[in-house]
C-alpha cells in the first residue's frame, strides 16, 4: 500500500505541475471551472500525501481491517480519500484453508473456493503476528498461513 501511495501521490503531483504551467501561461486562472479543477487537485493530493504519513498507519491499525467474532473471519477495505473503511466481507473460519500475507497485502483462501484479498497499511511481519494473536491454537493447525 506505501508503494502504491508513494506512486499516486508522484502521478497526481505530476497533474499539479501541469495546472500550475497552465495557469502560468495562459489565462485559464480566470476561468471558474479551472479554479475548481485547482480546487480538487488540492484535496486530491492533500489525501496522497496524509497517506504517506505515520498518522495514518497509526490511525488504522490491523484491528480496523481484520476481526473476528465466534465463527467468522470479518474483512474490511479502506475506500474513499481519507479514512473510510468499506465492509465487512466475511468467511467461515473453519472454511478458511490457507492464508497468505505479503507486505500491505493479505489474501484469504476459502475451501468453498472464495478468495478474499484486502490492501493492509502493515507490514508482512505486523500482519502475522495479528493473525497469530487472533486465532486459536487448534485453528491455526488448520489454516495454512504464509
Known sequence: MQKINQRLALIVAC???????L????GLLQQPWFVFLI???????SSCCYRLTSFFKTRNSLDKFIQR???NL???TLTGF???THGPQWLVINTIEKIQCHDDLLSV????????SVSLPATKAEILAYLDSLFTAREKQ????Q
Open 15 to 21: 497533474f499539479g505541475i501541469v495546472l500550475l504551467l
Open 23 to 26: 495557469s502560468l501561461f495562459t
Open 39 to 45: 480546487a480538487l487537485w488540492v484535496f486530491v493530493f
Open 69 to 71: 467474532d465466534q465463527e
Open 74 to 76: 470479518l474483512l474490511f
Open 82 to 84: 481519507f479514512d473510510r
Open 109 to 116: 483462501y476459502s475451501s468453498k473456493e472464495r478468495q478474499l
Open 142 to 145: 488448520s489454516i495454512l498461513i
